[in-house]
């Protein structure tokens, strides 16, 4: 048995390029300066860089890490994919000390490369869960310690963290709220779900009236220890629990730690990696393609970043 890490891609560079080039121009190189795609030309001179080409319609150079994460890295791009493939592969994440161990680069760059990894696995995808009339689950949680707010009773100085699970295709979307109230949660709901499906939630007061804006709304009432309705076992919400256990499992025993101003960025993560798990069959190498795939336009900066957790 072969080690997936063994793949020439992560430890030559011109195989790193070769792989990168496939997968973000399956149709051949595009210039990222005018979007040219005919009079392109590989540079081959002895002091030319790997990966170099050439647009004679707009006559700048370029390679395929112009507009991505990877644009005006110093690392090299083999290291980049064994980062991504690490990230993807590690059910709970993988923290910068481990990835500056094991790459051999400095801490703030791994906490950089992780961010920036980070960016590539945001989904973008903006479609309503549900579609059809099927079972959407919907949940908060709280994490953290949001130093803005004072420490007090309760979960109000902790950061908000809500989550739907789409139950048909298995797909999950977590955002950082501000607050848990009906007037905070009802516009993310009604714009992340279509009207026709059925929400599934538990007994908490922000998703009262919730049968307003959908087809159903079934719920599950926690505060008197019910977790499945004894009527309809269909009605509970253990699917989505399930992907916040695993989210805090990371955040609390391998990142340990995350401000306000990062939290979207480990929620993508996160979501992610539950949304192309095993169990809607995707392989570890699967994930590290579909990441790769979101390198295009997601440049970010170390000055807009600024290091910490």
Known sequence: MTSNLSAAHF?????????????????????????????????????????????????????????????ASHVALHLWL????????SKKGISSNQLHRTLGVTLKTAWFMSHRIREAMRSGDLAPFGQGGGFVEVDETYIGRD??????????????VLALVDRNTG????????????????????ANIAAEANLLTDDAGQYRHMHRHFASHGYTAHTKGNYVS?????????????????????????????????LHRYLAEFEFRYSNRVA???TDNDRTITALL????????????????
């Open 11 to 71: 430890h030559d560079e011109a195989a790193a390029y070769a792989f990168v080039e496939a997968r973000v121009w399956p149709e051949g190189p595009t210039c990222p300066h005018c979007g040219g795609v005919e009079r392109i030309s590989k540079m081959n001179g002895k002091s030319t860089r790997i990966g170099a080409y050439k647009c004679y319609q707009c006559r700048k150079p370029f390679t395929v890490k112009i507009g991505t994460i990877f644009e």
């Open 82 to 89: 064994q980062a991504m493939y690490l990230m993807c592969a």
């Open 147 to 160: 130093k803005s707010v004072p420490v007090r009773a309760g979960f109000e100085h902790k950061y908000k």
């Open 171 to 190: 797909r999950t979307r977590m955002m950082h709220v501000d607050k848990v109230t009906v007037a905070s949660i009802t516009p993310i709901l009604v």
């Open 230 to 262: 004894r009527v309809d076992p269909q009605i509970h919400t253990n699917t989505v629990e399930g992907s916040f256990s695993i989210f805090k499992r990371g955040m609390k025993g391998v990142y340990q730690h995350c401000s306000s101003k990062h």
């Open 280 to 282: 809607l069959g995707h």
């Open 294 to 309: 979101g390198v295009v336009g997601k440049r970010l900066t170390y000055q807009t970043t600024n290091f910490g957790a």
